[in-house]
């Protein structure tokens, strides 16, 4: 699959990310923020994002390991693309509300 819409850079596949414990396929080779778009198209494009690493309202925090105290990175998901595994723990309040219908009404 390549994407054909210009909302995303060109992808071939999705890859597997998971947010607040739920999980999602995403484009690859897009930021997070895109990523979130990809899933929550109804509200993420109507938040308060800059996407262009000015707003800070973006903050998430990311951690690509197992285990029970995992690093946590502290990054903006406008600036960071996806990986494959990738668990987003924590999100600013503005993508909570962007997110929230959606992360709310998903199965583990
Ligand atoms: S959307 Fe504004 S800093 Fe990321």
Known sequence: M????????PYEGLVEISIL???FQVPEKNTCLRAFQFVAPESIPYGRFCWNQECQLCRI?????MGPKP?????LACKILVAHGMKIVELSNELKLS???ILKNRRL
């Open 21 to 23: 414990g739920k999980s």
């Open 99 to 101: 997110l929230g219908p």
């Open 71 to 75: 690093a946590v990175h502290p990054v």
């Open 61 to 65: 925090g990311y951690t690509m390991e």
């Open 2 to 9: 390549i994407s054909g819409s210009p909302l995303y850079r």
